[in-house]
C-alpha cells in the first residue's frame, strides 16, 4: 500500500505544476496584447462564481496537503490501482495544458469576451475542440480528485462544468459577433468540448 505522504507531495506537485503553466501563458498573453477587451469583464455573479471554485478547490487542497486529517469527512476508499490511474490521467493533461495555450498564443483572456486583436485560432486542439482548455481543465480536477481519493473535488469539478456550461454560449456569441459566418463554419465541423466524429 502507497504511504499517503506520497499523494499528498505529489498533489502538491501536480498543482503547482498547473498552475505554473496558466500563470507562464497567461501572463506572456497579457504582455503581447497593447490594448483592451471588445467589451467589459464579465459580470459581477461570473467573477464571484470563478473566485469561489478557485478560493473552495485551492484551499480543500492546502487542507490535504498540511492537515490531511481535517479532509478525512470526504475520503473515498480507493484502490491504489485506482488512485494512481487518476494521478496518470492528471498527468496526461500536463502536456495538453501547454499544447493549447502554445496554440492560443495571446488570444488567452480571463473573460467570456475577445481582445480588440483577438484571432479565431483553429491550429492545435483547437482543429477538433472549440473549448479544449475546459476539457482538459475538467479531466485535471477529475484526476486529482481520484488521486487524492476526495469527493469533495467532485462537487467541485461538477459545480465547474455547469459554471462552464453557462459561460460556453456567451464567449461563443461573442466569437460568432466577430468572425460570423467564419466561426459558423468553424462551429460546424468541431466539436464543443469533445472532438466531433459525426457530421
Known sequence: MIDEQFYRALTVVFFVTAMSISIYFRSRAARRNSNAFREGASSP????????????????LIMYAVKPDWTLWASMDLTD???VSGGLLV????????????????NVTPTANTR?????VVSGPYRWVRHPMYTAGIAFWIGMSVF????????FVAAAFGFL???????EANLLERFGE?????????????PKFWS
Open 148 to 155: 487524492t481519493a476526495k469527493w469533495f473535488l467532485l462537487v
Open 81 to 83: 490501482v485506482v488512485r
Open 116 to 120: 480588440n486583436e483577438h484571432s479565431l
Open 45 to 60: 455573479p461570473m467573477i464571484a462564481m470563478r473566485l469561489t471554485f478557485v478560493l473552495g478547490m485551492l484551499g480543500f
Open 182 to 194: 467564419v466561426y459558423l463554419d468553424y462551429q460546424s465541423c468541431t466539436g464543443r468540448y469533445f
Open 91 to 106: 498527468l496526461a493533461t500536463i502536456p495538453c495544458f501547454i499544447w493549447l495555450f502554445h496554440h492560443l498564443g495571446k
Open 165 to 171: 456550461a453557462l459561460r460556453t454560449p456567451r464567449e
